[in-house]
């Protein structure tokens, strides 16, 4: 599995998230069951030294079919169901859709970036304001919001202060030049 792969596995689902993309990509395009695939990854577990306890919910069937849908959501994973005729209970058979995973960071990406546009424009066209003595003073209001309290605290009547959000306004900058700045290779 290549590290890229992996690490946004493990952004979106953790350790469980990598053991079933690593049984995805083991079934080598072929469909698998979420039954199956909880049994396999128990399979490799169960000789190893370094299992540990918590790992006993990556052996859960139910943690594997949660785990699947959130890399469906994420378009990783794709899945086709049949209903069994003796059961009447439906059957999911699975399989990977990694190649695209590069325009899927790219997309994640542009949405951050857009993100941190909209913030950036947000903390430039407003001014904000807190009060300095009570235990709410982490609550900023902005001009609209001061006026109509008057710029007095609601919780302790003390009057609201301007806040500074330049060290905001810089942060933001920096992490919209790091965001431009980030490359992505699916290559081993």
């Known amino acids: 599995m290549n590290p890229l792969l992996k690490s946004f596995l493990f952004i979106i689902g953790g350790d469980i998230a990598i053991e079933v993309g690593r049984e ?34 990556i052996l859960k069937v139910n943690t594997v079919r949660k785990t699947l849908y959130v890399l469906y959501s994420e378009k990783l994973a794709q899945f086709r169901r049949i209903r069994d005729k003796s059961t009447g209970w439906f059957i999911y058979f699975w399989w990977e859709d990694f190649d695209l995973i590069e ?56 009057p609201l202060e301007v806040q500074e959000n330049q060290d905001i306004i810089s942060f933001l900058k920096t992490k919209i030049i790091q965001n431009r700045q980030i490359t992505f290779s699916t290559e081993d």
């Not at 430039?124 to 709410?136: A, P």
């Open 24 to 57: 995805l990509l083991n079934s080598k395009g072929e469909e698998i069951t979420d039954e199956d695939i909880a049994e396999n990854i128990k399979e490799r577990i169960k000789g190893k030294k370094d299992f540990e306890p918590e790992d006993e919910e």
């Open 103 to 158: 325009e899927l960071l790219f997309e994640k990406k542009r949405i951050l970036q857009e993100k941190l546009r909209d913030r950036l424009e947000y903390e430039k066209e407003n001014q904000f304001f807190s009060c300095k003595e009570c235990e709410e003073g982490n609550i900023n209001y902005t001009f609209e919001e001061a006026f109509e309290l008057n710029f007095r605290c609601p919780e302790c009547g003390n």
